[in-house]
């Protein structure tokens, strides 16, 4: 017999739990050495405000820090790219890394960075429900532009990363960019994204607008924010993290990546360990309590 249900997470959203029942996403670290100590990986369905099912995994980490880890447009936690970059980060902290709605197993439509925020929310939610004391996001492409949106509109953080993001919407500028307006635009473009990359793409126009990336980054202050971009990023040209650094406040630091393409696909291990690395100080400096903020 099944049982279970709905359990509510603080700050919105819910969590799907069944009882007597053997996921089959979940993710087992197979024993080293005889070593049966290392704890077993699970996903998890959590659902949005809105209803919609998110597929997460936890990787757990020091009870101190973890990251919400929100990847680019066309991804899931599962790719091995993404996959990659939350083994890295979990070094540093817990990690909670998902699948925004349309993209692999998560439900909904894709609305390419405007409801993905309450995504982004009920992710930290859970990620405080399993008693991480600080909460930094860490952002892809898509993913970087939703968590700065999230942190200048919503609050509750403790630290930013904005890796290869646009610092505008519409950007046509680049080939690649080209591709994703087909892709979204049109009707054989959504069909093919959700045949050939699991990525169903809602066919609706905003309305209205979401508030841009660097609109939004001017309101995360006094929350550390870190943005990072390759100088050759093939999709959004350096001038995307200008525009974005130059519309926060501080504390804000920039770090244009020589050599460096574009999101999870070119992050190499010492990129990682450096973004690492900045999270872990940029919490333990304590500048920002999201309680404190009245």
């Given at each position: 017999m099944v049982s279970g249900g709905y359990s509510r997470i603080p700050a919105g959203g819910y969590r799907l739990t069944l009882a007597g029942v053997s996921d089959h996403r979940s993710t087992a670290v197979p024993p080293q050495n005889g070593d049966m100590t290392l704890p077993v990986l699970k996903a998890h369905t959590l659902v949005t405000e809105d209803g919609v099912p998110i597929d997460a995994a936890h990787l757990p980490g020091d009870p101190g820090l973890a990251i919400v880890?929100?990847?680019?447009?066309?991804?899931?936690?599962?790719?091995?790219?993404?996959?990659r970059v939350a083994r890295r980060l979990s070094r540093y902290g817990g990690v909670v890394t998902f699948d925004f709605r349309g993209h692999g197993r998560s439900g909904g439509l894709s609305t390419l960075g405007d409801l993905e925020i309450r995504d982004v929310r009920v992710a930290v939610a859970y990620a405080r429900e399993l008693g991480y004391r600080r909460v930094a996001i860490v952002g892809f492409s898509m993913g970087a532009s939703i968590a700065l949106r999230y942190a200048g509109l919503s609050g509750?953080?403790?630290?930013?990363?904005?890796?290869?993001?646009?610092?505008?919407?519409y950007y046509r500028g680049t080939k690649s960019?080209?591709?994703?307006?087909?892709?979204?635009?049109r009707r054989l473009g959504r069909l093919?994204?959700?045949?050939?990359?699991?990525?169903?793409?809602?066919?609706?126009?905003?309305?209205?607008?979401?508030?841009?990336?660097?609109?939004?980054?001017?309101?995360?202050?006094?929350?550390?924010?870190?943005?990072?971009?390759?100088?050759?990023d093939g999709f959004f040209p350096v001038e995307h993290a200008t525009q974005l650094y130059e519309a926060a406040n501080?504390?804000?630091?920039?770090?244009?990546?020589?050599?460096?393409?574009?999101?999870?696909?070119?992050?190499?291990?010492?990129?990682?360990d450096r973004i690492g690395s900045w999270v872990q100080e940029a919490v333990a400096a304590g500048a920002v309590s999201p309680t404190a903020i009245a």
């Open positions: 880890l929100a990847h680019g447009f066309t991804l899931n936690w599962q790719r091995p790219a993404v996959w509750g953080v403790d630290a930013v990363v904005s890796v290869s993001g646009p610092g505008r919407w960019m080209r591709r994703v307006h087909w892709a979204v635009e093919l994204s959700k045949k050939l990359l699991h990525t169903r793409i809602s066919s609706g126009r905003w309305d209205p607008v979401p508030v841009p990336p660097a609109d939004a980054a001017a309101k995360i202050a006094p929350v550390p924010l870190l943005i990072v971009h390759g100088d050759q501080e504390p804000k630091e920039l770090w244009i990546v020589p050599g460096f393409g574009h999101a999870e696909s070119a992050a190499d291990a010492a990129l990682l």
